[in-house]
């Protein structure tokens, strides 16, 4: 059974930055994908960013592309996500996800992903 554990969240102002860490247990690592999504109040859960644990291929979302950085510790089997200049907008829960295999068009969306960890939350105030 997969079990995914985040950490990192927090709270911060406009323009800074926090790193948050997902923890896998019970995957193969080298045959994944990995992906950090978020919800905002009222919104729907949205994809930020994805890596292919086997390749290393990234995906990001339009809105975070040159400010997050999804990045992988296979001696950990751990997923970071660095957030950088970060925005009021960014604020959310976010959640680390896993899927054995996500087709290309499919790798930023929620329903691809069937492991989930509790979320952590980010809070950006202006």
């Known amino acids: 059974q997969v079990h995914l554990v985040e950490s990192g969240g927090g709270s911060v102002q406009a323009g800074g930055s926090l790193r948050l860490s997902c923890a896998a247990f019970?995957?193969?690592?080298?045959?994944?994908?990995m992906g950090w999504f978020r919800q905002a109040p009222g919104k729907e859960r949205e994809g930020v960013a994805v890596?292919?644990?086997?390749?290393?291929?990234?995906y990001y979302a339009d809105s975070v592309k040159g400010r997050f950085t999804i990045s992988q510790d296979n001696a950990k089997n751990t997923v970071y996500l660095q957030m950088n200049s970060l925005k009021p907008e960014d604020s959310a829960m976010y959640y680390c996800?896993?899927?054995?295999?996500?087709?290309?068009?499919?790798?930023?969306?929620?329903?691809?992903?069937?492991?989930w960890g509790q979320g952590t939350q980010v809070t950006v105030s202006s």
């Open positions: 019970g995957i193969i690592w080298s045959n994944n994908y």
């Open positions: 890596i292919d644990t086997g390749g290393g291929s990234t």
């Open positions: 996800a896993a899927a054995s295999w996500v087709g290309y068009s499919g790798r930023l969306r929620p329903d691809e992903y069937n492991s």
